[in-house]
């Protein structure tokens, strides 16, 4: 969900457990999408992209699912480990003719419990 | 593997006065931007520069606001007039090109401003 202030929305996942964090975009023209790591007082590490002419793409321990019908994306994570804990974005790419800004959701707190 | 920099990590400066943040983007890339995150929000785009002008730039990136190719390597924000509202954590960003498999944007580790 989106995130207003300080109130990001938090996923407790216990070690060794699989996580799902959702994220709803807004421009159904949006063709490109990417996952963000944030960990604290860090920039956002790129984690996986799809495009949308896909609907699934995995990559190492993620998987990333994109419903262009609701224009809803999930990014699963396997085996979720205490490095894992950070905030995660999806960002989607708009306007690519203009030079392919990043348009970033509101993030969601992963906190791994061991 | 090449990273994007970002030079200093934390500035202070008084309302006002003129701040100059840097990026080293990643070399061979062609696109560069700027992305500001106000504590406990966010990433928001401010602008994105190709062939050394400005593709695009958000409300955000008024008039106080200018960026800079000035060699082949360096990438700069310029704020001419700092308000306090300014205060937030600066990402530069590049990508290799804007075409399908090459425009993933990678971020450098932040500038820290805060306006007093």
């Known amino acids: 969900g989106e995130s207003v202030g300080l109130h990001l929305p938090t996923l407790s996942v216990q070690e060794g457990d699989n996580s799902i964090i959702n994220c709803a975009y807004s421009?159904?023209?949006?063709?490109?999408f990417i996952w963000y790591k944030q960990e604290s007082g860090k920039g956002p590490q790129f984690i996986i992209d799809i495009r949308s002419n896909m609907d699934k793409r995995q990559g190492q321990r993620v998987t990333v699912l994109l419903n262009k019908t609701v224009k809803h994306l999930s990014l699963q994570i396997a085996a979720t480990q205490p490095g894992d804990s950070a905030v995660y974005f999806c960002a989607e790419v708009s306007n690519k003719a203009a030079g392919n800004k990043l348009t970033f959701g509101g993030g969601t707190r992963v906190l791994v419990k061991p | 593997e090449p990273e994007v920099t970002q030079t200093p990590s934390h500035q202070v400066t008084q309302m006002g006065q003129e701040v100059i943040l840097r990026c080293v983007p990643i070399s061979n890339h062609l696109y560069f931007y700027w992305y500001r995150q106000i504590l406990g929000q966010k990433v928001e785009f401010l602008v994105s520069?190709?062939?050394?002008?400005?593709?695009?730039k958000s409300e955000i990136f008024d008039d106080q606001f200018s960026v800079e190719r000035p060699d082949g390597s360096n990438f700069t924000l310029k704020i001419r007039s700092t308000k306090l509202e300014d205060s937030a954590m600066y990402f530069c960003a590049s990508s290799p090109n804007g075409v399908a498999g090459g425009e993933t944007q990678y971020f450098g580790p932040g500038t820290r401003l805060l306006v007093l």
């Open positions: 421009n159904s023209a949006s063709d490109y």
């Open positions: 520069f190709y062939n050394n002008e400005i593709s695009e």
